[in-house]
């Protein structure tokens, strides 16, 4: 079932054009990663889809109810968890139902929130989601910052059983590996859909990389080889005009070399007609790595720094 539906949208920030021809489907069910790096438009995007942003063109659709669960909490200081639970939903009995689904005693809505560790804040936050109404769309920004294994398991359980739709950002690739089965790139203004999880994605992507370069590689071989033809055809035209200037009985015009200079003229035309035809190919965009290569000087030799690549 369709819930939601985006048709060109484009997105303007000043002079920069953030995105644009942006458009995708998301039903019933589908568990979808947006990804992309910091500046590419994904938390603009998000505001599209959430109805907080509204200066853009293009068309949404929206035939569902969506909830959102932001990356930091704002919460009032010595709020009770009951009364930061309570203040948005006045389904008292669902709220305390879910409360118990997912894990809390009643003894713990006296608690304050701020006491709450960031495992218990994120469960916390999607009851009262949850609470507030039916849910069809679940939007989660960085949800598994701040949360240990234990909890990390539990939100892979539960969105596993959630019936509507799930889009998250996340730089998390073993929570994506296991919660999403489709990939939406945000990269030089466009989005791009891969089928699969994030590791599906990283395959794909670099067997994509591989194939542009190919082509590309090709393409550049293909005009080195017309533009090196067409240089030596247009000597061969400069020669011929050079020799036919001279005026003595030896370099004299002959109707022969203006033949010759004909032929040349034409090659060189037609040289330049293949290469406008040359389908331009742009070498592959890659995301620069950071090759640290420091100095090596004993700081303190009691401190050790492990940084592991993930």
Not at 16 to 34: H, T
Not at 55 to 79: F, H, V
Not at 187 to 195: C, F, L, V
Not at 230 to 246: A, I, P
């Amino acid at each position: 079932m369709l819930l939601l539906e985006a048709i060109e949208i484009e997105k303007w920030i000043g002079a920069r054009k953030l995105f644009s021809g942006i458009n995708f489907k998301i039903n019933q069910g589908d568990r979808i990663a947006l990804i992309g790096r910091n500046g590419t438009g994904k938390t603009t995007l998000l505001k599209i889809l959430l109805n907080q942003e509204n200066d853009y063109s293009g068309r949404i659709i929206d035939k569902c109810r969506t909830a959102y669960l932001p990356q930091e909490y704002n919460y009032l200081q010595g709020q009770t968890v009951e009364e930061f639970m309570t203040e948005k939903t006045n389904n008292y009995g669902k709220f305390i139902k879910l409360m118990k689904k997912f894990g809390f005693e009643t003894d713990f809505l006296d608690r304050n929130i701020a006491d709450c560790s960031g495992g218990e804040q994120t469960k916390l936050q999607l009851v009262r989601l949850l609470a507030k109404e039916e849910v069809d769309l679940l939007i989660l920004d960085e949800p598994t910052n701040h949360l240990d294994l234990k909890t990390r398991d539990w939100l892979t359980t539960f969105l596993d059983q959630f019936q509507g739709a799930v889009i998250t950002v996340s730089h998390d690739r073993h929570f994506l590996d296991k919660v999403v089965d489709k990939i939406w790139e945000l990269d030089q203004q466009e989005i791009k859909t891969y089928t699969g999880n994030y590791s599906d994605y990283k395959e794909l992507k670099e067997l994509e990389i591989q194939k542009k370069y190919k082509e590309y590689e090709k393409y550049q071989a293909e005009k080195k080889r017309l533009e090196k033809r067409k240089r030596k055809q247009q000597q061969l035209t400069q020669k011929t005009d050079s020799k036919g200037k001279r005026t003595d009985s030896f370099w004299r015009v002959t109707k022969g070399a203006d033949s010759r200079k004909g032929r040349f003229a034409k090659r060189v035309k037609s040289l330049k007609s293949q290469l406008e035809k040359l389908n331009e190919k742009e070498k592959p965009y890659e995301h620069r790595r950071i090759n640290p290569d420091f100095e090596r000087q004993v700081i303190h030799d009691s401190i050790i720094v492990e940084v592991k690549r993930s």
